[in-house]
């Protein structure tokens, strides 16, 4: 009875924490890195960035989103379809992008969205800026007009007293192609 009662719990606690989650990545990053071997221009903007490039969003006049809202952001990270959706729906402040690699000879068509982080990730390093990476697996999946998705994530602990549990939540998600979509 009493493991009922704390996996109640453990459940109501999940399934509130997952309703309010809208509203809780407010903490601001502002700074990012290219990571890998790519170039990334943001086509609205006009501007290119490399491999170890940094830039600020505010610089750009970029924003990133500080919500993600209710219980389905977990879908972010395993449906392509899903978040494709959600970017042309606008329901995330997304931007469009061409990406390049001197390993393949076209561009690759994309979207990328960014997202603020939570008060408890504040002072860990996912704060200070964000990098963006782009293996080279992605860039076979994206062929053929095929969508590949690819992230990163910080990971956020909740816990208490009937346990804890952790969640990823997104600092950027980006879509990408071989065809314009």
């Known amino acids: ?39 990334i221009l943001f086509t609205e903007k006009n501007v290119e960035f490399k491999q170890n490039d940094a830039f600020n969003l505010s610089d750009l006049g970029l924003e990133a989103n500080s919500e993600i809202g209710g219980g389905n ?37 994309g979207k990328i969205a960014f ?15 964000r990098e963006i990476a782009i293996a080279d697996e992605y860039f076979a999946n994206a062929t053929r007009g095929r969508t590949a998705i690819m992230y990163e994530y910080a990971e956020q602990n909740f816990g208490g007293f009937a346990g804890s549990m952790v969640l990823k939540m997104p600092t950027w998600i980006i879509l990408m192609s071989d065809e314009p979509f």
């Open 1 to 39: 009875m009493k493991t009922t009662f704390i996996t109640t719990f453990k459940l109501l606690f999940f399934f509130l924490f997952l309703f309010s989650c809208a509203g809780m990545i407010k903490v601001p990053i502002n700074k990012n890195k290219i990571a890998s071997d790519v170039k």
């Open 73 to 109: 952001w977990l879908k972010h990270f395993t449906d392509v379809n899903y978040t494709l959706k959600a970017f042309k729906k606008k329901q995330f402040i997304n931007y469009d992008i061409t990406i390049k690699s001197p390993k393949y000879s076209k561009p690759y068509y």
């Open 115 to 129: 997202f603020n982080t939570t008060e408890k990730n504040s002072v860990s390093a996912v704060a200070r800026y």
